[in-house]
C-alpha cells in the first residue's frame, strides 16, 4: 500500500532528491540547485514524518544533513560563477581581471566537487533510500493524521518564533552573518509552512510568497557577499603577478557592495511584515490552544 500523508509527503521529496543527484554529480548546476533544496525540504518533513520514531529520525535526519552539507558548498562556487558573468556583462573591470576570478573559483569548485562526490556514493544514496524507506510502511490511522498536523504546525510555531528572534538580532545595520540567519529562518519557515498546507490540504499560499520572496532577495545578498569573499581572496594573490587586474578588481567589489547595499534597503521596507508574519503564525498557535475542548 502505497504511503499517505506525512509519509507521502517525505517520500515525494525523497523521491526527487534521488531522483536528482545522478545529474548532480555529473555537474548539471541546475541539479546540484534541484537535489539541495530536496535534501532541505525532506529535513523539514522528516521530524513530522517521523513523529512516533524519533530515533529513527535523528538518524535519518543525519544523513541527510550530510547530503545538504556535500551539495552546499558546489551551489556556493555554481552561483558566484553566474553572478561573474552578470557582473562581466555590465563591464565593472576589463576582461583579464575578471577572468582572474574566473579561474579561482573555477579551481575552488573543482575541489568542491570533489568533496561532494566522496559523500554522495551510490551505497551512500542506497542506504538512505533504504533508511527512509521504513517510514509509512503501514497505514496511517485518524489519530496517526492528527498527530502529524499537530506536530507539522508546533514546527511552524517553532519556525516563526526563530524567525522574529533572528529579524530582532540582525536589527537595522548591514550586518551580513545576521542577514544570512535570517534567509536560513525564512527559507526553514516556508518550507515548515508548505508541509503544514499540504497535511492540511489548504489552498492558501500568500504567506508562503511572502516568505519566498524575501528568501530570494536574501539569498541574492548571500550570494553576492560570497562573490566579493572570493573576489578579495582572488584580488590578494593576483596582486603578486598581474598589479594592473588587481587594482581593477576593487571596481567589481564596489560594484558588488553596491547592490549589496540596494538589497538590503529593499529588506528594510519588507522587514515589518515579515515581523507581522512571524507574529501572526506564533499568534495562531495560542488561539488554536484556546479552542481546544477541555479532557
Known sequence: MPPDGAPNLLHARLSTLLDTVPAAQAGDVASVHHARVASRRLREVLPVAGV???HATRRALKHVRRVTRALGP???????LE????FANRGVCSPRAIAHVRRGLER???ARRRAMLSVLTPSRMQKLEKRLARFGKTPLSVQDRANA??????????????????????????????LHAVRVAVKK?????????????SRATARIRQLKAVQELLGRLHDLEILIEHTRSVQAR???????????????????EDDCRELHAEYMTRRTALVRVS????ASAVSRRRRRPAA
Not at 519557515?189 to 490540504?201: F, G, N, T
Not at 507574529?279 to 506564533?282: D, G, H, I, N, Q
Open 83 to 86: 553572478h561573474l558573468v552578470e
Open 189 to 201: 519557515l516556508r518550507y515548515a509552512l508548505e508541509i503544514q498546507r499540504e497535511l492540511a490540504r
Open 74 to 80: 558546489v551551489r556556493e562556487i555554481d552561483v558566484a
Open 279 to 282: 507574529e501572526a503564525l506564533e
Open 149 to 178: 498536523l499537530a506536530a507539522a504546525a508546533s514546527r511552524v510555531v517553532h519556525r516563526a518564533t526563530r524567525l522574529r528572534e533572528a529579524i530582532d538580532r540582525a536589527g537595522a545595520m548591514y550586518l551580513a552573518d545576521r
Open 238 to 256: 593576483t596582486a603578486m603577478t598581474d598589479r594592473p587586474s588587481a587594482l581593477e578588481l576593487d571596481r567589481l567589489i564596489r560594484a558588488l
Open 108 to 110: 575552488e569548485g573543482q
Open 52 to 54: 512516533h520514531a524519533q
